[in-house]
């Protein structure tokens, strides 16, 4: 009764996803509990989260156009616009987490006979390895050259700047330093700037189902564990609907 009543006040100031992994969370923990037998039962196991269905993502997406124009816009003259260049395209090609970029090593682009791979560090620890586009590929190969870094293996493959010395520190970008970024640079390009770096996922899985790709593929690449989940990414239907709703003239 307890954690119902918990549930419920929260529903009244806190949205429904966020209540709901409030209640995972809480199963989770009382689940230890039963394991290691302080508690008899879980008591959180019958309680019922708000119902949240959703089937399109609220992610903001780039046309091809858009994506394009945000990477030539990039001033690579100096290693800092390099670093920025290959980040937005390992995550657009790729279409990884931009955690899992961020936390890549040097060591985790590799050859793999004639072609090169990444190797993400995805969330619960589990590594996820895919193939590089060549034009992914040919941004990093030029900011792992400026940038000096292809001898230390083991250390981090995307690094902050001192400053505005457009020096590279030995530090790894966060999430916060690349959202920063983006923002920046999709300010420079004069796009919408509140595109995240979740954005960049979402474009690159939207321009390969436009381009004839399969939902199950994008699913592998993308690492996620259900194609629902990659379905949330697909635009593919947006311009369908705006067409159909243009033909109503009034």
């Known amino acids: 009764m307890l954690v119902a009543a918990y549930i419920e006040e929260l529903q009244r100031s806190q949205s429904a996803p966020t209540v709901k992994q409030h209640l995972a969370a809480i199963r989770m923990l009382f689940d230890y509990l039963v394991v290691r037998q302080v508690i008899p039962m879980n008591p959180a196991a019958s ?5 949240y269905v959703i089937k399109r993502g609220k992610t903001p997406v780039l046309s091809a156009t858009d994506a394009r124009r945000l990477l030539d816009s990039i001033d690579v003259s100096q290693v800092v616009g390099l670093r920025d260049r290959a980040l937005i395209a390992l995550m657009v090609y790729s279409f990884a987490r931009v955690s899992a970029a961020v ?4 060591e985790d682009y590799y050859a793999n006979g004639k072609r090169w791979w990444i190797r993400l560090h995805e969330k619960g ?3 996820h390895e895919v193939p590089v586009h060549h034009n992914a590929e040919a941004y990093l190969d030029a900011y792992i050259a400026a940038a000096g ?3 230390d293996r083991r250390g981090p493959l995307f690094r902050t700047a001192e400053g505005k010395t457009k ?3 030995t530090r790894a970008m966060t999430r916060n330093d690349a959202l920063r970024m983006i923002k920046r640079r999709a300010a420079d390009a004069g ?3 509140n595109i995240s770096c979740h954005t960049s996922r979402a474009t690159g899985i939207t321009a390969y189902l436009e381009n004839g ?7 592998a690449i993308a690492a996620h564990e259900s194609p629902r989940t990659t379905k949330l990414y697909d635009r593919t239907t947006d311009q369908i609907t705006l067409d159909e709703i243009e033909r109503i003239t009034i």
Do not use: H, Y
Request: no cysteine.
């Open 47 to 51: 309680v019922r989260g708000p119902k």
């Open 103 to 106: 936390n890549m090593r040097v």
């Open 125 to 127: 620890g589990k590594f």
């Open 149 to 151: 870094i292809s001898d």
């Open 167 to 169: 020096v590279l520190t």
């Open 191 to 193: 796009l919408a700037v």
């Open 213 to 219: 790709g399969t939902i199950e593929n994008a699913q």
